[in-house]
T-cell receptor, first 116, second 115 residues
Framework: DTGVSQDPRHKITKRGQNVTFRCDPI?????LYWYRQTLGQGPEFLTY????????KSRLLSDRFSAERPKGSFSTLEIQRTEQGDSAMYLC??????????????FGPGTRLTVL | AQSVTQPDIHITVSEGASLELRCNYS??????LFWYVQSPGQGLQLLLK??????LVQGIKGFEAEFKRSQSSFNLRKPSVHWSDAAEYFC?????????????FGQGTTLQVKP
């Protein structure tokens, strides 16, 4: 069990550029979550996958955001035409099969995005 | 709608002193409750969780939390704080109408430990 990994750990980009983040969950975890955390706040839910199916998206996830989890393994989160308001820590978590809400989510170290 | 409130944004305690971090939640049924800790620049580590049964739950690193339904609270405690406990602590509720298991987090409490 190597834990949840995220790449890159830090990303600095200019406004208007596209960025993509990757999350590798703990192997055999079928659930994968993306959260966003801004300074001084708790994480906020963005989206959720069960295997390869994206089952819920937050209203925070504008049409500039897209997430995928092909083959139910790693996931990517892409932000198009970045804005300064997108600057945040993007956290990924995975969990094994269990009752919804009861599953223990294991978090990765996060990707810190800075939009200049 | 579900919500979690952590009334204390910042707490300072002396090393060796006892600690209590407050968490209040809003949810219609019995919630699933979690406490996570986050060190600077790091992801979140689960300290403990409550689903049902005994309302006093034990976690890692000597932490415990007590679920009080009448007060809608799930306060985190530790009898003797160590300098390494300095971090940010988040309370979260994990049972929602969407059935996805997404967590709703509080704003967090930053713990500073004085030598």
């Amino acid at each position: 069990d190597t834990g949840v990994s995220q790449d890159p750990r830090h990303k600095i980009t200019k406004r208007g550029q596209n960025v993509t983040f990757r999350c590798d969950p703990i192997s055999e975890h079928n659930r994968l979550y993306w959260y966003r955390q801004t300074l001084g706040q708790g994480p906020e839910f963005l989206t959720y996958f069960q295997n390869e199916a994206q089952l819920e998206k937050s209203r925070l996830l504008s049409d500039r955001f897209s997430a995928e989890r092909p083959k139910g393994s790693f996931s990517t989160l892409e932000i198009q035409r970045t804005e300064q308001g997108d600057s945040a820590m993007y956290l990924c978590a995975s969990s094994p099969r269990d009752l919804p809400g009861r599953d223990t989510q294991y978090f990765g170290p996060g990707t810190r995005l800075t939009v200049l | 709608a579900q919500s979690v409130t952590q009334p204390d944004i910042h707490i300072t305690v002396s090393e060796g002193a006892s600690l209590e971090l407050r968490c209040n939640y809003s949810y219609g049924a019995t919630p699933y409750l979690f406490w996570y800790v986050q060190s600077p620049g790091q992801g979140l580590q689960l300290l403990l969780k409550y689903f049902s049964g005994d309302t006093l739950v034990q976690g890692i690193k000597g932490f415990e939390a007590e679920f009080k339904r009448s007060q809608s609270s799930f306060n985190l405690r530790k009898p003797s704080v160590h300098w390494s406990d300095a971090a940010e602590y988040f309370c979260a509720v994990g049972r929602g109408s969407s059935n996805t298991g997404k967590l709703i987090f509080g704003q967090g409490t930053t713990l500073q430990v004085k030598p």
